[in-house]
């Protein structure tokens, strides 16, 4: 009972917090800011010196007054994050004096120096294993392979400067590649960023070691043989953190996500599998529209890259719709359940409604590049001049009838959303159903002056005329509806404004090219009437394949039919000619009597085609012949 009672009495230790420690990123960060934009080594030295004098004080890691008594850095000891800020920035000091250092060889050699150099890089390496043995105690799954990254590219770079194991330095730089390829396809974009910022550092000594490899002959060594060397040819326990990482990628999106907001309401978002695609979504959609803020500036973009961006933006809505479906087909069970199902059917309305947005978004943005390509390829055609290689890459050049497909799906992608409006009702429905009809009509007087175009261009300008200007009037009825709406839309009333001043513009080019087709028809039927007599020989005014042509054949023709003696008059034929009637159909195939069957006697061989053909001409001669 008393070993009871002590063993009880005694206190439990605390469970110590696990940190988090960006290595990279602070790494980065301090050499961006303090010299090493301009190599200054020195510089940075200084100052990771003063910074460790900083971190001491402020944790109270302090090594004794007066005399100096060196402390060790335990896992217990460690219960701010500043205090793995210590071996981080000692390993930055010892390397930064050692690029100084080699700074100077490169200037001077000598033995010394490069002795020192060593020593000091020995020394950043131990400091950078000391914080792996730190991380591996107290931080989480991402801050521990940073920091293992970190210690390879450090005993990396010290076996390469001793130039003595290519093979050593080749294999701590593969794993290190490897963790920072895996470290960039999860995080936020800063932290891929950076991951990718030290792969391309990563990259030359990999190719550089590899160089140095094949310079001693034989064949190349294996990946997975030089990392089994380092003990890292076992994957199962790295997987196992990138899982872990990735797991805590997508509970810190779930948490990130609670609510979703669509046409001025909010949408309550319980689920974390709906949670995490929406989080994906919403991330794509603020690069999407960061990228679009970048082109309305005038940097310009890649037409595919940004297409491919809003595809990628619209399938993430698509997971959440499939995610939001298979939570209403397990259902939920309780007295709240008919709410949760209607707050379901309200979420999955909204995630429609953002996709549908965004698709629009899309298509306008396709529109908006087929139209400015268009009116290049009008100016060039007007100008005479054809596109060289001095203005550009050559781009596809656009069709009216592009554009209009464009604006067709717009109509219909418009419709859709407004099907979905009338299904939200209230207020905010009504809003929504206001903005879809003068998208609507904006979209259909888009679509008709580039119809208007496409007749225009197709030898139809008494067409193309009224259609520019049904569509100056489709434009002055979009524009008012547009001020109707709650919000007004700037963009689109100057798209219109331009497609307004464009129709006025082309419905005059559409009445002087009627005018001018009018005024050369009345030239050549002028010419041809004059041109026309009842005397003399027919068919002498232009030559013909059938000399003895009737009127009711070519009655376009300027010619007189009737001759100039009697019985010459070639009015009609008299008798009709006889024309080919279809044999009664025996089935009811009527297409039977004109499909032509291949002929396959190329296959046979000679002599039996021979026979073939002469047996085939006795049975059925007659009916070929017939």
Known sequence: MEVEQTSTSQPAAPELPTLTLDVLQIVKDAQGLHGLKHSDYQRYRQYCSRRLRRIYKAVRFLHGRGRYQKKKLEPEAVKDVRHLHIPLVQAERAWAYAMDLKGQLEQQMEAQKRQHLIRRLAKAVRHAAELVQLTAARCDARTQLEAEAYSLWMAGSLLLEKESDWEGALARFLRARKLFEELSKVGSFEQQAVCKQFLDQVEPTIRYCQYQTSRKGGAAPDAAALLESIGGGGSDQLQSKLASLAAQAKAAQAAATSSLSWNGESYAVRDDKIRVPLHTAQELQAELDGAMDVDAAGAGGELDARVSLFDRCINAYGEARAAIKSVLQLGASGADSEQLRQELLSLDRAVQGLALELTIRRNLFLAADAEARFARTQRRQLSGSKASSKDGPRERPARAEDVVRLYDTLIANVLELNELAG??????????????????????????????????????PREAAALFSRAADRCKHAASQYEGCAKPDVPAGEHLAALQAGAASWATVAAAELQAGELRDKAAAQAGMEGMSLEGEAGKKREREEPDAFLPEDLDAWEAFVGSGKGQARLCRVPPPPRAVAVRPIFLDTALNYIQPPDLSHRLPKKQAAEAQGTFSRLFGGWGAR
């Open 423 to 460: 299904h939200v009702g209230g207020a905010a429905g009504e809003m929504l159903m206001d903005d879809c009809a003068a998208k609507q009509a904006h979209y259909q007087a888009a679509r008709c002056v580039f119809v208007a175009h496409s007749l225009l261009a197709g030898g139809k």
